[in-house]
């Protein structure tokens, strides 16, 4: 069964840091491009930041470029993203991707909050 979940979530105050995770199983991770994607109230899905199967290659929004990191650890099937400098239209729930050929899997959510 293939699953993708996400944590650490949570309430920050602005200026803040939180480390997200997304958890896979059910496929072959290493072979998987992954993504994390946000979603405000009332807003379209926007993609956050990606990275290649092998963790070679990263790409980011241009709101979050030099303040959110992503990373992966293919021997853990995992993906993470390191959030610096929240603020607060960073507000979102955050959700995990994973892509390869015709094969699209979402995880859940983590909500992210930042507010003082």
């Known amino acids: 069964q293939v699953q993708l979940v996400e944590s650490g979530g949570g309430l920050v105050q602005p200026g803040g840091s939180l480390k997200l995770s997304c958890a896979a199983s059910?496929?072959?991770?290493?072979?998987?491009?992954m993504s994390w994607y946000r979603q405000a109230p009332g807003k379209e899905r926007e993609l956050v930041a990606d990275?290649?199967?092998?963790?070679?290659?990263?790409s980011y929004a241009d709101s979050v470029k030099g303040r959110f990191t992503i990373f992966r650890d293919n021997a853990k099937n995992a993906v993470y993203l390191q959030m610096n400098s929240l603020k607060p239209e960073d507000t979102a729930v955050y959700y995990c991707?994973?892509?390869?050929?015709?094969?699209?899997?979402w995880g859940q959510g983590t909500q992210v909050t930042v507010s003082s």
């Open positions: 990275i290649s199967s092998a963790g070679a290659r990263t």
């Open positions: 059910g496929f072959t991770f290493s072979r998987f491009f």
């Open positions: 991707n994973g892509r390869w050929f015709g094969n699209d899997y």
